[in-house]
C-alpha cells in the first residue's frame, strides 16, 4: 500500500507539470544536429506523459474496484449475519409457540374428572397392558409425539396407544450414565461421581454403547436410523429409538430382545409410532444446545460416530 501511494504521488507530480512545447522560431536558427536533439527531447517528453496520465487512470480505476470489493464484502457479511438472527429469533419464537400450544392443551385437558383410577403400582414393565385406555379418548401429547409420557403409566389421565405394527422400536432408559443424571433434582445422592465426568468422556463411552448395540440390532434386521436420547428428563433419559426398514423385523427384534440383560439391566422394547419432523427438537439439532433442557420433552440425539470409528 505504501509503494502504491508513493507511486500515485510521483504520478501526481509528473501530471502537474505543464505540457511541454517547441519554440519553432528558435528551432529555424538552429544547427542541424541540436534541432534534431530537440525534437527527440520533446517526443521523449510527450510520450512520458502519455504513459504517466495512462497508468494514473489504471491506479485510480483499480483502487477504486478495490474499495468497492471490500465495502461489497463487509455489507455481505452484514446482510448476512443480519438475515442469520432473524431467521434464529423466528425459528425459536415458533418452535417456543408450537410447544407451549401443546403444553397449555394437556394442562387443560388435565382439569377434567376422568373418574376414579385404580392401578397397582407394583406390576412390573412386562405386565403393564400395551394400551391404556380411561374415561378420556384423547390420546396423550407427549406419548403421541415422541413415544413416551413423563407420567406414563400410572398417573397420567390420557390414552396411550402402543401400535400393533410399526417399523420403530423403543428401549426406554437403554443407555445409563451418571452424566444424565442432574443432582439438583435430587436423583442421585453420589454428586462427586457426577462431577467426575465432562462431555468428552460421556461421548467415548456413548461411542462404545452406540456399537455395541448396533451390532446386535443388525442382527434383526436393516437399520434406517438408531438415534440415542442425552436428554436429562426421566421419560426420555438414555432413550433409544431403532427404526427398521420394515415393520417385520422391528417385531422381531423386540421378540428377541424382551426381558433380555444389559448392562445389568433388563429390557423391554416396545413399538412406538413416531414422525421424527415432531419428536426430534430441533433447536438442539441445528444449534447442539437447548434453552429448555431440563423441561424439553422433545428429543436431543447424540451424534452418531463415523463409520471409520465403527469398524
Known sequence: LMDRGNERIHVEEICSRKT?????????IMKHKKRRATIKKFKRSMRRQRRV???SSTIGDQTICETSVV???????????????????EFLKSNEQKDNNILSDAALLETVNFGNIDHDVSLSAAEVPNVHIWNSKVSCPYFSRVGSCPHYPHSCTFVHEIPDKSAILLISNFFRH??????????????????????FELYQEFCDFFIDIENQLKEFGKLKKLIVCQNIVRHLRGNVYVEYAKQDEARAAMVGLYGRWYNR?????????????????????????????????????????????RT
Open 20 to 28: 511541454p512545447t517547441l519554440d519553432w522560431n528558435a528551432l529555424a
Open 53 to 55: 496520465a495512462n497508468s
Open 71 to 89: 465495502i461489497h464484502s463487509e455489507y455481505d457479511e452484514e446482510e448476512w449475519l443480519r438475515r442469520e438472527s432473524v431467521a434464529r429469533a
Open 178 to 199: 451418571f452424566a444424565l443424571v442432574e443432582p439438583c433434582l435430587n436423583e442421585s445422592s453420589e454428586e462427586d461421581m457426577w462431577l467426575l465426568y465432562d462431555k
Open 265 to 309: 439391566m433388563q429390557i423391554y422394547p416396545r413399538l412406538v409410532s413416531v414422525n421424527w419432523t415432531d419428536a426430534l427438537c430441533n433447536e438442539f439439532v441445528r444449534f447442539k444446545k437447548c434453552q429448555r433442557n431440563l423441561t424439553c420433552y422433545l428429543l436431543h440425539p447424540f451424534q452418531n460416530p463415523t463409520p471409520k470409528r
